[in-house]
């Protein structure tokens, strides 16, 4: 297991992060500042290199919401322990350090940081591993160079927030976006392009997080399809271990009363094997109470033994008390929730009462 891990930059044109003069480059503009402030806020930890924390010496706190965990990670131990990495904010700081510097620096940082021994050479997986085992769920990663370049071809990304600033560096020594290496193939599933004054900011899924959001608006789709409906109009779709599709559904298919997700599970074999790699994919959170019939969807789905869900919109206490997720996580499934598709689902849900 390991944090879900958004990887979040600004470039010039030219692609560097920075240029050269002791003083940190400004690319992002005011709106921009405000919107990665709002994506930190949505984080349970945020993670720069050690470099970054002694030439820009950020806080890597928040205005719009709780702080999140701050970490680092370090070979050579130099962190200074006046750092405002350090000395601001009122949350956990978590460094990762390779074995050797893990005495001395827990000695230095006594009282102010955890260091953690995260392996000689320091191992990437190791960190992500003792995170998430320390309940972080979302990691913000915000470079420089070598740490976005690190997580990119260890394959560790799995959403990027690339701005584009309007301007050139073209300082040859300047810090580039990442530099040379193994980066994973193909093309990366480009979800949103937003401009924020005069900047542009780009984010794309990479990995599982592409097939997920690929077939969910698969599902989500798929409700297009529902009968006219006083309840909610959902989209299901099932996939095996290899990510395809063995099963879909969609609300009311045959009989008002039916729910998608029911709906496409009635098309497997109760003992198919393949149901024990398949990841169910609704347009909304799986049911957990419902008045039409005894068994929920969140039941079906545990009953049949699939250990991953993943879906765009919350079900709204409309009807009843939603509890899916919880139930389901508590039943041991990996549940992932894809809020990027979840306006497309509430359009699809205008007729409810409270949603439109
Ligand atoms: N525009 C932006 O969005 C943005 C964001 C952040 C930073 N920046 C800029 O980026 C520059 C800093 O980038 P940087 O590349 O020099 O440093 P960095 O990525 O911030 O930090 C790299 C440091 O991480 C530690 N590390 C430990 N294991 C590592 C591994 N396996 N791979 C890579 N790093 C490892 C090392 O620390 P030790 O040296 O202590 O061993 C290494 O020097 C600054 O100019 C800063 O302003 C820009
Ligand atoms: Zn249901």
Same mark, same amino acid.
């Given at each position: 297991?390991?944090?879900?891990?958004?990887?979040?930059?600004?470039?010039?044109?030219?692609?560097?992060?920075?240029? &050269?003069?002791?003083?940190?480059?400004?690319?992002?503009?005011?709106?921009?500042?405000?919107?990665?402030?709002? $994506?930190?806020?949505?984080?349970?930890?945020?993670?720069?290199?050690?470099? &970054?924390?002694?030439?820009?010496?950020?806080?890597?706190?928040?205005?719009?919401?709780?702080?999140?965990?701050?970490?680092?990670?370090?070979?050579?131990?130099?962190?200074?322990?006046?750092?405002?990495?350090?000395?601001?904010?009122?949350?956990?700081?978590?460094?990762?350090?390779? /074995?050797?510097?893990?005495?001395?620096?827990?000695?230095?940082?006594?009282?102010?940081?955890?260091?953690?021994?995260?392996?000689?050479?320091?191992?990437?997986?190791?960190?992500?591993?003792?995170?998430?085992?320390?309940?972080?769920?979302?990691?913000?990663?915000?470079?420089?160079?070598?740490?976005?370049?690190?997580?990119?071809?260890?394959?560790?990304?799995?959403?990027?927030?690339?701005?584009?600033?309007?301007?050139?560096?073209?300082?040859?020594?300047?810090?580039?976006?990442?530099? /040379?290496?193994?980066?994973?193939?193909?093309?990366?599933?480009?979800?949103? &392009?937003?401009?924020?004054?005069?900047?542009?900011?780009?984010?794309?899924?990479?990995?599982?997080?592409?097939?997920?959001?690929?077939?969910?608006?698969?599902?989500?789709?798929?409700?297009?399809?529902?009968?006219?409906?006083?309840?909610?109009?959902?989209?299901?779709?099932?996939?095996?271990?290899?990510?395809?599709?063995?099963?879909?559904?969609? /609300?009311?298919?045959?009989?008002?009363?039916?729910?998608?997700?029911?709906?496409?599970?009635?098309?497997?074999?109760?003992?198919?094997?393949?149901?024990?790699?398949?990841?169910?994919?609704? /347009?909304?959170?799986?049911?957990?109470?419902?008045?039409?019939?005894?068994?929920?969807?969140?039941?079906?789905?545990?009953?049949?033994?699939?250990?991953? $869900?993943?879906?765009?919109?919350?079900?709204?206490?409309?009807?009843?008390?939603?509890?899916?997720?919880?139930?389901?996580?508590?039943?041991?499934?990996?549940?992932?929730? $894809?809020?990027?598709?979840?306006?497309?689902?509430?359009?699809?849900?205008?007729?409810?009462?409270? $949603?439109?």
């Amino acid at each position: 297991m390991r944090p879900y891990v958004l990887a979040s930059a600004a470039v010039s044109l030219d692609g560097f992060l920075d240029d &050269t003069s002791p003083e940190r480059l400004l690319l992002s503009s005011p709106a921009d500042f405000d919107r990665v402030d709002q $994506v930190r806020a949505g984080a349970d930890a945020i993670l720069v290199g050690a470099n &970054t924390i002694r030439t820009d010496n950020p806080r890597l706190r928040t205005r719009s919401g709780p702080d999140p965990v701050k970490v680092t990670l370090t070979t050579s131990g130099k962190l200074d322990p006046d750092a405002k990495f350090f000395t601001t904010g009122d949350v956990a700081k978590l460094v990762y350090a390779a /074995s050797p510097v893990v005495p001395s620096l827990a000695a230095s940082l006594d009282g102010l940081a955890v260091v953690v021994d995260a392996g000689d050479p320091l191992d990437p997986h190791r960190m992500l591993a003792d995170l998430a085992a320390r309940g972080i769920g979302r990691l913000m990663v915000e470079g420089g160079s070598a740490v976005h370049t690190l997580f990119f071809t260890e394959d560790l990304v799995d959403e990027l927030h690339l701005v584009v600033a309007p301007f050139f560096v073209g300082e040859p020594d300047a810090p580039r976006f990442v530099g /040379s290496g193994r980066f994973p193939q193909g093309r990366m599933l480009l979800v949103e &392009t937003r401009q924020l004054e005069d900047v542009v900011l780009l984010r794309y899924l990479t990995g599982q997080a592409a097939v997920d959001y690929r077939r969910l608006r698969e599902a989500v789709a798929l409700a297009d399809l529902c009968p006219p409906s006083t309840t909610f109009r959902v989209g299901a779709v099932i996939t095996d271990a290899a990510g395809e599709v063995i099963a879909t559904g969609y /609300s009311g298919e045959h009989d008002p009363h039916d729910h998608a997700e029911e709906s496409a599970l009635a098309k497997l074999d109760g003992d198919d094997p393949r149901l024990a790699g398949a990841t169910i994919y609704s /347009s909304l959170e799986p049911c957990s109470a419902r008045a039409s019939r005894p068994v929920t969807c969140t039941q079906h789905i545990v009953n049949a033994g699939i250990p991953r $869900v993943v879906f765009a919109w919350r079900e709204p206490d409309l009807f009843v008390d939603a509890r899916g997720a919880e139930l389901l996580r508590g039943a041991g499934c990996e549940v992932v929730e $894809v809020p990027d598709l979840a306006a497309l689902v509430r359009k699809a849900n205008r007729h409810l009462p409270g $949603v439109g």
